[in-house]
């Protein structure tokens, strides 16, 4: 049994986006907070939102999410939100700092990897990544699958 820290023990996911792993070669990530309104914390608690398009977009030295889903909270009527509206992050400033100096390289994007509750509060895990090619891909499904092929062989050994 592995020892894991109480950071772990409380992180509850949302969403995750699988995706991201497999279209860009993730160098760094970093968690940082979002800012939400009342009826879009409480879609999370149900456990609803879509990271599938979502991005990162730097603007006036702020940090923004964007296309990323979180569907109207059926209870909160008029007090609801816009499912895709553009949402800040919240980072410190020399995180932030570091942050662009890394993505204002060339190819390089800023994807979120999950939004998930820490201690009540929403983070969102942010990674920077360079997109891959098509061939790129190719090679990632083939080492992926070798090390299936590893593993089984290894797992029908111990038998």
């Known amino acids: 049994m592995s020892k894991s820290t109480g ?15 497999f279209e860009y070669d993730l160098l760094e990530t970093v968690e940082c907070g979002i800012a939400l309104r009342g ?3 409480k879609t999370l ?4 939102c879509s ?3 979502a991005f990162a977009r730097l603007q006036s030295g702020e ?3 964007v296309n990323c889903e979180i569907p109207e909270y059926p209870q909160a009527s008029l007090l609801n939100h816009e499912p895709r509206r553009e949402r800040k992050l919240l980072l410190h400033k020399r995180e932030l700092a570091k942050l662009i100096a890394k993505a204002a390289q060339a190819g390089m994007t800023m994807v979120p990897l999950a939004v998930y509750f820490k201690r009540g509060l929403v983070k969102v895990e942010l990674a920077i990544g360079k997109g891959r090619k098509l061939h790129d891909k190719r090679q990632a499904i083939k080492k992926t ?9 290894l797992a029908n050994r111990r038998r």
Do not use: F, H, M, Y
Request: hydrophobic fraction near 30%; charged fraction near 45%.
């Open 45 to 48: 608690r149900t456990g609803k």
């Open 39 to 41: 009826s879009e914390v």
């Open 51 to 53: 990271l599938e398009e």
């Open 63 to 65: 940090l923004w999410l």
């Open 145 to 153: 699958e070798a090390q299936k092929e590893i593993r089984q062989a």
């Open 7 to 21: 950071d772990e023990l409380e992180r509850k996911p949302v969403a995750t986006n699988r995706r991201a792993r």
